[in-house]
């Protein structure tokens, strides 16, 4: 039942000065503070993280999936982004969709195996570690935690084992028994082991992307989605990379929030920032009405220009620098009106996800900020023949409609909903940007509202990492069914908060509780000195202490030393 997941414990903030890690699983947050104690760096803890995760919590993650990383280099002050997301096979046309019979008003099952677009988790992965890792471990011992994890077995955790089994009844697939513990999803507690994904990891640490994307992992993946009506090809698989992007930014009182570009929602979140810059925040009060109403009506202009803008770069008619001018924002604040909800053009699709974020900052002061995903829980629940993972589903996320930026086209990456953030000072531009925090919130179109939400929660109202991830969130969401914007709100709220945002006009659900909770994401977030805290001089205050925090709507933890 979702009323059984009750909220009664208290969290500090984890406090430390040599290095920190933040995920969803404590046995993965217990792997990557591994790796930095034994001279990994937060690029190399982030990925064994990565693989740790996809371990214990398969329902949403895995090398299946897709991922992003930004990285930030203490030495250089520079930020750097690897875009880890996979194309649709060459052959997945709209004619070939058209040709099936499919349309915009009926598309395939989210499940089916044409949705299935090529894994690029692997390939981000290594190209991690190459690229920013601290070279004095192999990426053979960076995987080789999770490895063992594996094949050793471990007890799966609550919320995990809720979803795990939620997931499986959505996607109506078996999994290929990998997945299952005779035939079911495993229980609270029980022990669960994946020798063929252990073999796989072990594989990738020996041999790199070739182990994946070439030989007999990759011919698995063509096998099984072949068998179920897809068109991947094995040169789908062995012509993928990732690709190194510079990030987008945007300044918000003294600080500057980074996000990766386009094929993500990132802009999403600046653009949600460069909004409510134009509104007195602090002083109507935290998660109070008028502040609530702001959000949401800045939330909903955002998404609609997510929808109608973003997507592939090779595809996008609007430049990013047009969207990000502060003029343009200012135009968009002052539609808002405060006596009311506005009406607004319907966007495209939105659909729910399960994912993984994490973060690490090292005794260096290096940060990684990480997401992975196979989008719907196991994605298209296909697993591939002796390989111990599901394959995502992220072509559902495209369009069928030709006039759209995001529609299906081959070769193609779908607009992507899940995103990692950083925080730098924006008060000394002579200087390199110094480091303030590695955030993020997983969760759909919920992540660059977590994003923003965080932020705010630190920044305008001086909660400490703990105390921002675990205050009560909003989640602004569009509803295909119905054709209305529906503001969510997480048990917490004031009562008359809800009865008032009515009286605006608004569709309010509250309160959401439970398992339920799931649609608020779960963040993590690690900031470098408590800059937050308005009662203390940071001049005088050592900066160096990491402070971190770890959601509640998870099993995971931070961990530091």
Wanted: aromatic share 8%; charged share 20%.
């Amino acid at each position: 039942m979702d009323s059984d997941l009750t909220f009664s414990s208290r969290r500090s903030p984890v406090v430390c000065l040599h290095g920190c890690v933040a995920s969803s699983q404590p046995l993965a947050s217990a792997i990557g503070l591994d790796i930095l104690k034994r001279g990994g760096n937060a690029a190399d803890a982030a990925v064994a993280i990565a693989a740790a995760l996809a371990v214990t919590e398969p329902n949403s993650t895995g090398p299946g999936g897709d991922t992003f990383c930004l990285f930030y280099d203490e030495k250089t002050g520079e930020i750097r982004g690897i875009n880890g997301s996979g194309r649709s096979p060459r052959a997945q046309t709209l004619d070939l969709l058209e040709g099936r019979g499919y349309t915009a008003e009926a598309p395939p099952s989210p499940y089916h195996a044409l949705n299935a677009t090529v894994p690029g988790a692997p390939a981000c992965w290594c190209d991690t570690v190459q690229l920013f890792g601290s070279q004095k471990l192999s990426m053979q011992e960076v995987l080789s935690g999770a490895a063992e994890l594996a094949e050793g077995g471990f007890p799966v955790a609550e919320v995990t084992a809720h979803h795990w089994a939620k997931w499986l009844r959505e996607s109506g697939k078996e999994l290929g028994g990998d997945l299952l513990i005779d035939g079911h999803p495993p229980k609270m507690g029980q022990v669960f082991r994946n020798p063929n994904l252990a073999q796989v990891l072990k594989e990738l640490g020996e041999r790199g992307k070739t182990a994946f994307y070439k030989g007999r992992v990759a011919q698995a993946i063509v096998d099984i989605i072949t068998q179920n009506g897809g068109v991947m090809t094995m040169d789908d698989l062995s012509s993928h990379d990732s690709e190194v992007v510079t990030p987008i930014s945007t300044e918000y009182k003294g600080v500057c929030l980074w996000e990766l570009p386009p094929n993500t929602q990132g802009l999403a979140a600046l653009l949600l920032l460069n909004i409510l810059e134009n509104f007195p925040l602090k002083a109507v009060g935290h998660n109070s009405c008028d502040y609530i109403h702001v959000l949401v009506e800045a939330v909903r202009l955002t998404l609609t220009d997510a929808f109608r803008y973003l997507g592939d770069p090779d595809h996008m008619t609007v430049s990013l620098e047009t969207l990000l001018d502060k003029s343009y924002s200012r135009k968009q604040a002052q539609r808002i009106s405060m006596d009311r909800a506005m009406e607004e053009v319907e966007p495209g699709l939105m659909t729910g996800s399960d994912t993984v974020y994490f973060c690490v900052i090292d005794s260096q002061g290096n940060a990684c900020s990480f997401v992975n995903s196979t989008y719907m829980g196991f994605g298209t629940g296909l697993v591939p023949k002796g390989c111990g993972f599901s394959l995502q589903n992220r072509g559902a996320s495209f369009s069928l409609h030709r006039n759209q930026v995001n529609c299906v086209a081959g070769g193609k990456r779908s607009f992507h909903t899940i995103i990692p953030a950083l925080l730098t000072d924006a008060t000394n531009k002579s200087e390199k940007p110094r480091l303030l925090a590695a955030l993020g919130v997983m969760g759909a179109f919920m992540q660059s509202q977590g994003h923003v939400q965080l932020l705010l929660n630190m920044l305008e109202f001086g909660m400490n990492p703990q105390q921002a991830v675990d205050a009560p969130r909003l989640y602004v969401h569009y509803d295909q069914k119905t054709k209305q914007w529906l503001v969510n709100l997480e048990e917490g709220f004031d009562p008359e908060v809800a009865k008032e945002l009515q009286k605006r006009g608004h569709k309010v659900n509250w309160p959401i509780k439970g398992h339920k909770r799931s649609q608020f994401g779960r963040g993590q977030i690690i900031t470098v000195g408590d800059w937050w805290n308005p009662s203390v001089n940071q001049t005088d205050h050592p900066s160096r202490v990491l402070w971190a925090g770890s959601d509640p709507r998870a099993d995971g933890c931070a961990q530091g030393y």
